[in-house]
């Protein structure tokens, strides 16, 4: 058997993400100890655990949000080189602004609520430096589009709208530039289980459909599974397993991730 | 030895209200801002005998830089008769023993509340602007601290994302006055909130601009031959108003930018924007030998 040039694959020896012995305190808090992670092209990873565990934090720093005190990250991008922690604070801004998505858990973090649905996602066009009215317009209709928003209300702003609304506008906006990494924080808490239902069929879509790599965090198991090619369970700051999601929900080795698996209220 | 032999004899050294270092301080920021145009630059912004908020930063600027030679003219909106314009220049003849005039040609200095005269600046004159609020950003970023990372990044996509607003909800952009501009292709500034109209005439002004705000205790400046252009769309250009068809109800100047003063009755009169020009108009056609300047805007287009 031969591979056509047509057939996706997703076989490839380089990972796009790659976090290494990533470390971080604040003050006599441990919040990660020695965290590393891999992401392939195209794949969703899920971080699960209890509050507290350090997933959030690990996400930010993935975002260039936080500094570790150690450790190294990098993105396998044509024009992306050497530990993205070291960079300054502008690259990290375009980095950021251009190769990374990110949907906050709370959509206060990731939007401006008195502007126009649309102009939160013009916002990120702006910061790559489009500069022509039309195109933004335009871009931004089609990312709301693919995020299943309603564009007849594009130009009502986010404090109008319902939370998952909100949680579409800021897909639409960490889509807009069609980012290498997309990173998602909590991002159907908080919502009732018929629109956490329509954000996650939203989300599969477009992975299925432009191959996102995403990082997804959340505590819901449910999400995770949906979502996640592999699962890695954090605890205190540390990795205590990780695996493909099936292998993970099914047979789960360390007794932490048994506990969370067949945890039932 | 007397203390007589030892020291000089006093004269009238210092003028214009502030003390030696102040003037000094105030010096050495405007040649900073000078050589950084646009750039925000912050000084120790001294008491003056007038309210916080009524050109406190303006008279400094003109206190530091003027001497018994200097020619004065104070405009407040446009007019020079203004109690405000009035008190001001009325200040500055006193503590420097500079004469005044209302004609822009003639001055050396020209203090100015949110108008650029209508007439063409030499390269001699200096026009000093009051602002109220020097950081163009504060509309879109709160946090000062943020505003000034912003400003070294160079990170003004949110300027453009307000005029983004403007036209989804007006179809056009409403920022009337104040209009965010671009010196020298680097920073964003506010030029004081002077008419949309006026921003154009600092593009490529052959005079020195000195914008500073007292309370806010800094001051910018765009200096001659520099480039200031209205941050626009690609696709969406800069349009000043259309006053080229309107008649001075007061001056019957014609083809100036006008100010809109609305009537009970629901219509509008229209007065020249810069009061000396409507004076001198109506001198001219009661047949006095007036000179008038060339004017940046004539006719319905600008001329420089």
Same mark, same amino acid.
């Given at each position: 058997?031969?591979?056509?040039?047509?057939?996706?694959?997703? @076989?490839?020896?380089?990972?796009?993400?790659?976090?290494?012995? @990533?470390?971080?305190?604040?003050?006599?808090? !441990?919040?990660?100890?020695?965290? *590393?992670?891999?992401?392939?092209?195209?794949? #969703?990873?899920?971080?699960?655990?209890?509050?507290?565990?350090?997933?959030?934090?690990?996400?930010?720093?993935?975002?260039?949000?936080?500094?570790?005190?150690?450790?190294?990250?990098?993105?396998?991008?044509?024009? #992306?080189?050497?530990?993205?922690?070291?960079?300054?604070?502008?690259?990290?801004?375009?980095?950021?602004?251009?190769?990374?998505?990110?949907?906050?858990?709370?959509?206060?973090?990731?939007?401006?609520?008195?502007?126009?649905?649309?102009?939160?996602?013009?916002?990120?066009?702006?910061?790559?430096?489009?500069?022509?009215?039309?195109?933004?317009?335009?871009?931004? !209709?089609?990312? =709301?589009?693919?995020?299943?928003?309603?564009?007849?209300?594009?130009?009502?702003?986010?404090?109008?709208? *319902?939370?998952?609304?909100?949680?579409?506008?800021?897909?639409?906006?960490?889509?807009?530039?069609?980012?290498?990494?997309?990173? =998602?924080?909590?991002?159907?808490?908080?919502?009732?289980? *018929?629109?956490?239902?329509? @954000?996650?069929?939203? =989300?599969?879509?477009?992975?299925?459909?432009?191959?996102?790599?995403?990082?997804?965090?959340?505590?819901?198991?449910?999400?995770?599974?949906?979502? *996640?090619?592999?699962?890695? #369970?954090?605890?205190?700051?540390?990795?205590?397993?990780?695996?493909?999601?099936?292998?993970?929900?099914?047979?789960? !080795?360390?007794?932490?991730?048994?506990?969370? @698996?067949?945890?039932?209220? | 030895?007397?203390?007589?032999?030892?020291?000089?004899?006093?004269?009238?050294?210092?003028?214009?209200?502030?003390?030696?270092?102040a003037k000094r301080e105030i010096r050495r920021k405007m040649?900073?801002?000078?050589? &950084?145009?646009?750039?925000?630059?912050?000084y120790?912004?001294?008491?003056? +005998?007038?309210?916080?908020?009524?050109?406190?930063?303006?008279?400094q600027i003109?206190?530091t830089?003027?001497? +018994?030679?200097?020619?004065?003219?104070?405009?407040?909106?446009?007019?020079?008769?203004?109690?405000?314009?009035?008190?001001?220049? /009325?200040?500055?003849?006193?503590?420097?023993?500079?004469?005044?005039?209302?004609?822009?040609?003639?001055?050396?200095?020209?203090?100015?509340?949110?108008?650029?005269?209508?007439? $063409?600046?030499?390269?001699?004159?200096?026009? $000093?602007?009051?602002?109220?609020?020097?950081?163009?950003?504060?509309? $879109?970023? +709160?946090?000062?601290?943020?505003?000034?990372?912003?400003?070294?990044?160079?990170?003004?996509?949110?300027?453009?994302?307000?005029?983004?607003?403007?036209?989804?909800?007006? %179809?056009?952009?409403?920022? %009337?006055?104040?209009? +965010?501009?671009?010196?020298?292709?680097?920073? &964003?500034?506010?030029?004081?909130?002077?008419?949309?109209?006026?921003?154009?005439?600092?593009?490529?002004?052959?005079?020195?601009?000195?914008?500073?705000?007292?309370?806010?205790?800094?001051?910018?400046? &765009?200096?001659?031959?520099?480039?200031?252009?209205?941050? &626009?769309?690609?696709?969406?250009?800069?349009?000043?108003?259309?006053?080229?068809?309107?008649?001075?109800?007061?001056? %019957?100047?014609? %083809?100036?930018?006008?100010?809109?003063?609305?009537?009970?009755?629901?219509?509008?009169?229209?007065?020249?924007?810069?009061?000396?020009?409507?004076? /001198?108009?109506?001198?001219?056609?009661?047949?006095?030998?007036?000179?008038?300047?060339?004017?940046?805007?004539?006719?319905?287009?600008?001329?420089?």
């Amino acid at each position: 058997m031969s591979l056509t040039m047509d057939e996706p694959t997703l @076989v490839t020896t380089r990972p796009l993400l790659t976090a290494r012995d @990533v470390s971080k305190a604040y003050g006599p808090v !441990q919040a990660l100890r020695g965290v *590393s992670a891999t992401v392939y092209p195209g794949e #969703v990873l899920g971080i699960v655990g209890e509050s507290g565990s350090g997933k959030s934090t690990f996400l930010r720093a993935l975002n260039l949000e936080e500094t570790p005190d150690t450790g190294s990250y990098t993105l396998d991008l044509p024009d #992306v080189q050497g530990n993205l922690f070291d960079l300054d604070r502008y690259a990290r801004r375009m980095l950021c602004a251009t190769r990374i998505g990110i949907v906050y858990q709370n959509p206060h973090l990731g939007l401006l609520m008195s502007h126009s649905s649309s102009g939160n996602v013009a916002e990120r066009l702006l910061v790559a430096g489009e500069r022509r009215f039309a195109v933004l317009r335009d871009k931004a !209709q089609r990312a =709301l589009e693919a995020s299943e928003f309603p564009t007849e209300r594009m130009d009502a702003p986010p404090a109008e709208l *319902s939370g998952g609304m909100q949680q579409r506008v800021q897909l639409a906006k960490a889509i807009a530039l069609e980012p290498a990494l997309l990173l =998602l924080d909590e991002p159907t808490t908080g919502l009732d289980v *018929s629109v956490q239902a329509l @954000v996650l069929d939203t =989300l599969k879509r477009l992975q299925q459909e432009r191959r996102i790599t995403m990082v997804i965090v959340s505590h819901d198991l449910g999400v995770i599974r949906t979502l *996640s090619d592999r699962v890695m #369970v954090m605890r205190r700051g540390e990795v205590v397993e990780q695996g493909l999601a099936d292998q993970v929900f099914q047979d789960p !080795q360390h007794a932490y991730t048994q506990q969370l @698996v067949h945890a039932k209220l | 030895m007397t203390l007589q032999s030892l020291t000089r004899a006093w004269e009238p050294m210092s003028y214009g209200f502030l003390d030696a270092s102040a003037k000094r301080e105030i010096r050495r920021k405007m040649l900073k801002a000078i050589a &950084v145009p646009g750039c925000q630059v912050p000084y120790a912004s001294r008491e003056v +005998p007038m309210a916080r908020g009524w050109g406190t930063g303006g008279l400094q600027i003109s206190c530091t830089l003027i001497n +018994p030679r200097t020619r004065i003219k104070v405009i407040d909106q446009g007019a020079d008769d203004s109690v405000n314009a009035a008190s001001i220049r /009325k200040f500055l003849a006193r503590v420097s023993g500079a004469p005044t005039t209302n004609d822009a040609l003639e001055a050396d200095l020209i203090q100015s509340r949110h108008r650029v005269p209508e007439e $063409v600046l030499r390269e001699d004159q200096v026009l $000093v602007l009051q602002v109220p609020n020097p950081e163009p950003l504060r509309p $879109v970023q +709160p946090n000062m601290s943020i505003a000034r990372q912003m400003h070294a990044d160079a990170d003004y996509g949110r300027m453009w994302l307000q005029l983004y607003e403007q036209i989804v909800r007006s %179809g056009r952009v409403m920022q %009337g006055a104040s209009y +965010p501009s671009l010196v020298n292709g680097r920073f &964003v500034m506010t030029p004081s909130p002077i008419p949309r109209w006026d921003v154009p005439k600092l593009h490529m002004a052959r005079h020195l601009t000195i914008l500073s705000a007292g309370r806010e205790k800094r001051l910018h400046v &765009v200096p001659p031959f520099t480039r200031v252009e209205p941050l &626009v769309f690609d696709d969406v250009p800069y349009r000043v108003e259309d006053h080229g068809g309107l008649t001075c109800q007061r001056s %019957g100047a014609r %083809g100036y930018f006008m100010n809109e003063i609305p009537q009970d009755d629901g219509s509008s009169i229209h007065e020249v924007s810069d009061s000396d020009l409507g004076v /001198k108009t109506i001198r001219r056609r009661e047949g006095e030998a007036v000179a008038i300047g060339a004017t940046w805007y004539e006719n319905g287009e600008m001329t420089s």
